[in-house]
């Protein structure tokens, strides 16, 4: 069975820094593209930032020049690195993948979310 479970999350002051991980476990294959989303109680899931197997990257514009999406195959990991938070921020914070298991199938996996808070 694959899982993702995310890490990192927490309280920062305003201009602080937090590195979020996700990391994928299970009978897995491959993993394709990867990403980050958010959400605020009473909105809709935002996406944040997606790394795509060949290594390409795209960011949502409000988070532009202050995250930072990687990844690292070996670990079957990915990370977001959050400088310069603002209290606009604050949100849940969920890893996504693609992921083939050792089956060859190929299913959209979601974390179960790590609370982010930017507050002073």
């Known amino acids: 069975q694959v899982q993702l479970v995310e890490s990192g999350g927490g309280l920062v002051q305003p201009g602080g820094s937090l590195r979020l991980s996700c990391r994928a476990s299970?009978?897995?294959?491959?993993?394709?593209?990867m990403g980050w989303y958010r959400q605020v109680p009473g909105k809709q899931r935002e996406w944040v930032a997606t790394?795509?197997?060949?290594?390409?990257?795209n960011y949502v514009d409000s988070v532009k020049g202050r995250f930072t999406i990687s990844r690292d195959n070996a670990k079957n990991t990915v990370y977001l690195q959050m400088n310069s938070l603002k209290p606009e921020d604050t949100a849940a914070y969920y890893c996504?993948?693609?992921?083939?298991?050792?089956?060859?199938?190929?299913?959209?996996?979601w974390g179960q979310g790590t609370q982010v808070t930017v507050s002073s």
């Open positions: 790394i795509f197997s060949g290594g390409s990257i």
């Open positions: 299970g009978s897995i294959r491959s993993i394709g593209t």
């Open positions: 996504n993948a693609d992921i083939t298991d050792v089956y060859g199938i190929t299913r959209n996996y």
